[in-house]
């Protein structure tokens, strides 16, 4: 296949740290181009330089052969170049449709916001990527999986050639990815290329044709996916030997009486909820996008009305009816966004990761001796702590916000989502620390939309279809064929 696009050289640096040092990419026609590399290795960078958002410090880009100059995203709209970025830029207050035409070269804009002509504009590319909301609903009413697809729709609307995908499906469940996947299957089947940025071995493994591997800004390595395994990948990416297999949580444990008692609860989502949480006990939190995970981590932490149904800590009645009470109650929160519930992107590493448990200058300088060890054990990287976490990776931003709930120590924790956009190699070590939580007596709640991360983690699992419990399995028995016919609302719902 002849080649599309051809970045050569291409370096970035922010201040001292380089993000690209002389790196380079080549993407043929219809090809899916996996990028590859442990958190920070400026995937991010190289995705942005190319569609046009963010500005290389040196190097060039060929598109077709010839040399072409990219210096903001209309000029890689120009070229047909789209991207999803891995933090999406969606305008919450806006609707759908407004986002997916704003600065649109596909849509012809009149002046004036004609609802209409957007939602005809829209409607083929919802359907396409299967979203099932209307052009007219505001982007901010969407869980983040959802507000993935917008920025999908955006992307084909857009008719690229070439669409760059920054961990597309780092909030999507299995069965919009697997769709995402269809999506990506039939454009290169029309030619358009894709360059694909996952931490998820077994997506590369059945899309992608290449892929380049990126280490400390450097390329390491390009390989044809079809003569190299997960292992060798893995091996180039962290530049050691990883094992990824981690053994299951063995068969539950005899626990002592409930920490967190939840019966009957009902809020706008959830219905009639009911289970028990033991100190030591991980508990996976299972669902198809919109099941109700992250409406179960919010109506626990006091974020979302409690309407039915009671909620007891230690077997005391409680009533969390915001954050702050919440964490009197010693229920923590890891929400699924971090960028729009939980990082204050503006605010230093540090001030990021102390916010939760600081009460006064005493205890501050005490948890800024904490921090450092915190950092080690995560294996954060960032250029210093004091750093906005704005100039974090995506992955690093994520580390820095478990370093939050980690020093708060709260006894119950829900964690939606915690290993999103985490690299292999990090994933290894989140998954310990989720097992260390356990073992230290805490509660753990574990929301995931990967069955084999809940499988690992959890002693049971717990099954949301539609707000509702659709089972509860032990982890013994769970497989990801039982949750997912559990999750699809194939399970009657009698429990
Ligand atoms: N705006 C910025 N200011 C300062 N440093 C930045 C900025 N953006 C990125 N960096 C740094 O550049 C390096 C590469 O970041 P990049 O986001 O490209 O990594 P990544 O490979 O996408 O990682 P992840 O898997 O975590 O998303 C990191 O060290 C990061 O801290
Ligand atoms: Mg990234």
Same mark, same amino acid.
């Given at each position: 296949?002849?080649?599309?696009?051809?970045?050569?050289?291409?370096?970035?640096?922010?201040?001292?740290?380089?993000?690209?040092?002389?790196?380079?990419?080549?993407?043929?026609?219809?090809?899916?181009?996996?990028?590859?590399?442990?958190?920070?290795?400026?995937?991010?960078?190289?995705?942005?330089?190319?569609?046009?958002?963010?500005?290389?410090?040196?190097?060039?880009?060929?598109?077709?052969?010839?040399?072409?100059?990219?210096?903001?995203?209309?000029?890689?709209?120009?070229?047909?170049?789209?991207?999803?970025?891995?933090?999406?830029?969606?305008?919450?207050?806006?609707?759908?449709?407004?986002?997916?035409?704003?600065?649109?070269?596909?849509?012809?804009?009149?002046?004036?916001?004609?609802?209409?002509?957007?939602?005809?504009?829209?409607?083929?590319?919802?359907?396409?990527?299967?979203?099932?909301?209307?052009?007219?609903?505001?982007?901010?009413?969407?869980?983040?999986?959802?507000?993935?697809?917008?920025?999908?729709?955006?992307?084909?609307?857009?008719?690229?050639?070439?669409?760059?995908?920054?961990?597309?499906?780092?909030?999507?469940?299995?069965?919009?990815?697997?769709?995402?996947?269809?999506?990506?299957?039939?454009?290169?089947?029309?030619?358009?290329?894709?360059?694909?940025?996952?931490?998820?071995?077994?997506?590369?493994?059945?899309?992608?044709?290449?892929?380049?591997?990126?280490?400390?800004?450097?390329?390491?390595?390009?390989?044809?996916?079809?003569?190299?395994?997960?292992?060798?990948?893995?091996?180039?990416?962290?530049?050691?030997?990883?094992?990824?297999?981690?053994?299951?949580?063995?068969?539950?444990?005899?626990?002592?009486?409930?920490?967190?008692?939840?019966?009957?609860?009902?809020?706008?989502?959830?219905?009639?909820?009911?289970?028990?949480?033991?100190?030591?006990?991980?508990?996976?939190?299972?669902?198809?996008?919109?099941?109700?995970?992250?409406?179960?981590?919010?109506?626990?932490?006091?974020?979302?009305?409690?309407?039915?149904?009671?909620?007891?800590?230690?077997?005391?009645?409680?009533?969390?009816?915001?954050?702050?009470?919440?964490?009197?109650?010693?229920?923590?929160?890891?929400?699924?966004?971090?960028?729009?519930?939980?990082?204050?992107?503006?605010?230093?590493?540090?001030?990021?990761?102390?916010?939760?448990?600081?009460?006064?200058?005493?205890?501050?300088?005490?948890?800024?001796?904490?921090?450092?060890?915190?950092?080690?054990?995560?294996?954060?990287? #960032?250029?210093?702590?004091?750093?906005?976490?704005?100039?974090?990776?995506?992955?690093?931003?994520?580390?820095?916000?478990?370093?939050?709930?980690?020093?708060?120590?709260?006894?119950?924790?829900?964690?939606?989502?915690?290993?999103?956009?985490?690299?292999?190699?990090?994933?290894?070590?989140?998954?310990?620390?989720?097992?260390?939580?356990?073992?230290?007596?805490?509660?753990?709640?574990?929301?995931? #939309?990967?069955?084999?991360?809940?499988?690992?983690?959890?002693?049971?699992?717990?099954?949301?279809?539609?707000?509702?419990?659709?089972?509860?399995?032990?982890?013994?028995?769970?497989?990801?064929?039982?949750?997912?016919?559990?999750?699809?609302?194939?399970?009657?719902?009698?429990?």
């Amino acid at each position: 296949m002849p080649e599309l696009l051809r970045a050569e050289s291409i370096s970035k640096r922010y201040g001292g740290v380089y993000a690209l040092q002389g790196a380079g990419l080549s993407v043929a026609e219809g090809e899916i181009h996996a990028l590859l590399g442990e958190n920070g290795a400026g995937k991010s960078t190289l995705a942005k330089i190319i569609a046009g958002s963010v500005r290389p410090d040196s190097g060039r880009i060929f598109f077709r052969g010839a040399p072409v100059s990219i210096r903001n995203p209309r000029d890689a709209q120009r070229l047909g170049i789209g991207i999803i970025y891995q933090e999406l830029d969606l305008f919450p207050n806006l609707t759908i449709g407004e986002n997916i035409v704003i600065g649109n070269r596909s849509f012809q804009e009149k002046g004036f916001v004609d609802f209409a002509r957007i939602e005809f504009f829209c409607g083929p590319v919802l359907d396409r990527v299967g979203l099932g909301r209307g052009a007219r609903e505001l982007v901010a009413s969407l869980p983040i999986g959802q507000a993935q697809l917008v920025a999908l729709a955006r992307a084909l609307s857009m008719d690229a050639r070439l669409i760059l995908m920054d961990e597309p499906t780092s909030a999507l469940s299995d069965d919009a990815a697997a769709r995402l996947f269809d999506v990506i299957g039939a454009l290169k089947r029309s030619g358009v290329s894709i360059v694909y940025v996952s931490h998820k071995m077994d997506e590369i493994f059945r899309i992608c044709d290449r892929a380049t591997v990126l280490r400390d800004g450097r390329v390491i390595a390009t390989e044809e996916v079809a003569h190299t395994t997960p292992e060798a990948l893995i091996r180039l990416m962290v530049g050691r030997e990883l094992s990824t297999t981690g053994d299951r949580l063995s068969s539950p444990v005899n626990f002592p009486a409930p920490l967190l008692s939840v019966s009957h609860l009902t809020t706008r989502k959830l219905r009639d909820v009911t289970f028990d949480l033991h100190p030591g006990e991980v508990l996976g939190v299972a669902g198809l996008v919109g099941a109700g995970r992250s409406e179960l981590g919010a109506a626990l932490f006091g974020l979302d009305r409690i309407r039915g149904g009671e909620i007891r800590v230690r077997g005391a009645a409680a009533h969390p009816r915001s954050p702050a009470a919440a964490m009197r109650l010693g229920i923590g929160l890891l929400p699924e966004d971090r960028k729009l519930e939980g990082l204050m992107m503006d605010m230093s590493v540090a001030e990021n990761t102390t916010i939760a448990a600081s009460r006064g200058l005493i205890r501050r300088t005490r948890e800024e001796a904490a921090i450092e060890p915190l950092y080690a054990r995560l294996a954060l990287r #960032s250029p210093s702590w004091s750093a906005p976490v704005s100039a974090l990776s995506g992955g690093n931003q994520q580390k820095a916000l478990l370093a939050r709930w980690l020093l708060v120590n709260p006894d119950i924790v829900f964690l939606d989502d915690p290993a999103r956009g985490i690299d292999v190699g990090a994933k290894q070590d989140i998954y310990r620390i989720i097992g260390e939580l356990a073992a230290a007596g805490k509660g753990v709640l574990l929301a995931s #939309s990967e069955l084999p991360e809940l499988l690992r983690c959890s002693h049971r699992i717990l099954v949301l279809n539609e707000g509702r419990m659709a089972a509860m399995f032990d982890a013994a028995e769970a497989t990801q064929e039982k949750i997912m016919a559990a999750a699809s609302g194939a399970v009657a719902h009698d429990r």
